[in-house]
């Protein structure tokens, strides 16, 4: 069942393996810039909640990086039968959500796990234009030298902070670790071009360390150039991107690679915590990756 949903529902707003569901849900109603909609198993009790992309967006078989779900259930049997209907098995793609292996008889694969921050912000009622979430706050016209009360030793007084544009394509697509092809190039653009993102750049305004968002509400593809790298540089972008994505009502959460332990204990430095077993990400096992 196919529907419309105004606010968040109260139920979507406090557990964390509910948050990918929830960033869905509000990018959807702030313009929906990334083509997406909601399916349950009935309304407005729901046992099984999925979102996904329009059939029109999910156009390429092979293309994972746009054709990504997010889900929730409290009921095996009413998201088995939810998947059934509205799930385009002929093609690859990422589910997100609370799918616990034991349940749905399999491993994980080392794809990404989330973490999560706590304790889980309220979630105030805001509304924006697609524009206005990736618009830069006034944190660019700050001195370069301590951004949001972050003390960054030793930073080039010529970094500045601001956020990626398209022409930073093909810089953040290169470095990503899953990206590298014309499907994350197109993904990426689409991330940059309508979603909260954060940066400093260089005398050249060149990007030596980033982070972008996604449509789920969060924070992914946090990445320093090698040669700026043991400076701080992405632990002040996650705090600033964080306080941004709060301000826009999201809550706290990312994408962390399941091998980058250095990443990991970063986050957890900084107050994130990791999630139990169902909040990792399962990618489905025959997606072609």
Not at 9 to 36: F, K, S
Not at 163 to 174: A, T, Y
Request: with cysteine.
């Amino acid at each position: 069942m196919r529907v419309g949903i105004s606010a968040s529902p109260p139920a979507l707003t406090h557990a964390p393996c509910l948050w990918q569901v929830l960033g869905a849900v509000m990018t959807i109603n702030r313009g929906n810039p990334a083509g997406y909609e909601v399916l349950v198993d009935s309304w407005p009790e729901f046992k099984a909640v999925l979102t996904r992309p329009h059939r029109e967006v999910a156009s390429h078989d092979s293309d994972f990086y746009t054709n990504t779900y997010a889900a929730y259930y409290r009921d095996l049997g009413a998201y088995r039968a939810l998947l059934g209907s509205a799930v385009n098995w002929s093609q690859a793609f990422w589910i997100h959500g609370n799918m616990a292996p034991t349940e749905l008889g399999r491993a994980p694969r080392r794809l990404s796990i989330h973490v999560l921050s706590v304790p889980n912000p309220r979630i105030p009622p805001y509304s924006t234009s697609p524009k206005a979430l990736r618009s830069p706050q006034a944190a660019s016209s700050m001195g370069s030298r301590n951004i949001w009360g972050c003390s960054l030793p030793g930073l080039d007084p010529a970094v500045r902070l601001s956020s990626l544009d398209i022409s930073h394509i093909d810089l953040v697509n290169e470095t990503w670790a899953f990206g590298g092809n014309d499907r994350s190039r197109r993904y990426l653009t689409s991330l940059i071009r309508y979603f909260p993102s954060i940066c400093l750049l260089d005398a050249t305004s060149r990007p030596v360390s980033w982070t972008l968002s996604d449509p789920f509400g969060a924070m992914r593809q946090g990445y320093t150039l090698p040669q700026h790298r043991g400076r701080g540089y992405i632990q002040v972008l996650l705090n600033v991107m964080a306080k941004r994505l709060h301000t826009l009502g999201y809550p706290s959460y990312c994408h962390v690679a399941l091998d980058n332990y250095p990443m990991q204990r970063l986050q957890e430095r900084q107050g994130f915590q990791p999630p139990a077993s169902h909040g990792v990400c399962y990618p489905q096992p025959h997606s072609t990756i």
